[in-house]
């Protein structure tokens, strides 16, 4: 900006100007550089490069499109089968006798088998 008093334009922008300001914002001038460009103050040009960004027009930091959104079939979901009860065979004697040694060995004493 220059220094000193400056005789801005006020009122709305012109369909002209606006362009002008998408494309020198677009070309990657400043702020400052922009309002000097269109004779306005640099507040009312960030205000409009907001709206003009806002709008969806080209900006420099382009976005990505949102991905399309994915239809799915609405089906009914199966019932899932009945768990089967599950028992733990009964063991003999002998047999609780050899599954306790193993656990001791393995550092679980105390266990029941």
Request: proline share 8%; net charge positive; hydrophobic share 35%.
């Amino acid at each position: 900006m220059k220094p000193g008093l400056r005789d801005y334009k006020v009122g709305p922008f012109t369909d002209d100007e606006i362009e002008r300001i998408a494309k020198a914002f677009d070309a990657g001038q400043s702020r400052d550089e922009i309002a000097d460009l269109v004779n306005r103050s640099k507040i009312s040009v960030g205000m409009k490069i907001k709206a003009i960004k806002q709008s969806g027009r080209k900006s420099r930091d382009p976005q990505a499109a949102a991905p399309a959104p994915v239809k799915l079939k609405a089906t009914a979901m199966p019932k899932p089968a009945p768990a089967a009860v599950q028992t733990t065979p009964k063991l003999s004697r002998n047999d609780r006798i050899v599954c306790r040694r193993h656990l001791d060995d393995l550092g679980y004493q105390g266990v029941v088998c």
